[in-house]
């Protein structure tokens, strides 16, 4: 079904391919943890030898995988959610929406990164397209931080 919006006061038109209940779905299935990333990342520590906790609600941005003891943090940026460079590509529906959410989302990062750096964490950041490329190369930028 095609749906025709009015989005801000520009009235620009713009055409959503599916119904508002099917949208509302398929968003309720995005995952804001366990995702594949943090999955597949989460067996690479495992097999490295690493313990961590996971996804702990009480610390600033929830961060993907923690290592208290030595207050470390991690966080997997998917490319499209945290607005990669190099490989985020917008849809084509509600373009505008979609730049104003991701922007919203890379504003979060840098507030948290202060957060942590002021709260004198180490905070690691990892781009989804780096750990599927080089995962070796991740696990020892983190063996230098746990040190």
Known sequence: MTKWLWRGTVSKLIMDTVSRKKRSET??????????????FRRILTKA??????????????????F??????????SC?????????????????YWKNKIG???KRDKIVNRLYKN???????????????????IIAKLKSALE
């Open 27 to 40: 968003m309720k299935a995005i995952k804001s943890s366990d995702t594949l990333l943090e999955k597949s």
């Open 49 to 66: 030898g690493y313990k961590y906790k996971k996804n702990i609600a009480r610390l600033a941005g929830k961060p993907d995988i923690v």
């Open 68 to 77: 208290p003891k030595q207050r470390v943090v991690i966080f997997l940026d």
């Open 80 to 96: 499209f959610w945290h607005g990669c460079r190099r490989h985020c590509r917008f849809p084509n529906s509600n373009r505008v």
């Open 104 to 106: 919203r989302n890379k």
């Open 119 to 137: 709260k004198e964490w180490k905070l690691l950041r990892f781009w989804e397209h780096k750990i599927k490329k080089n995962p070796e190369k």
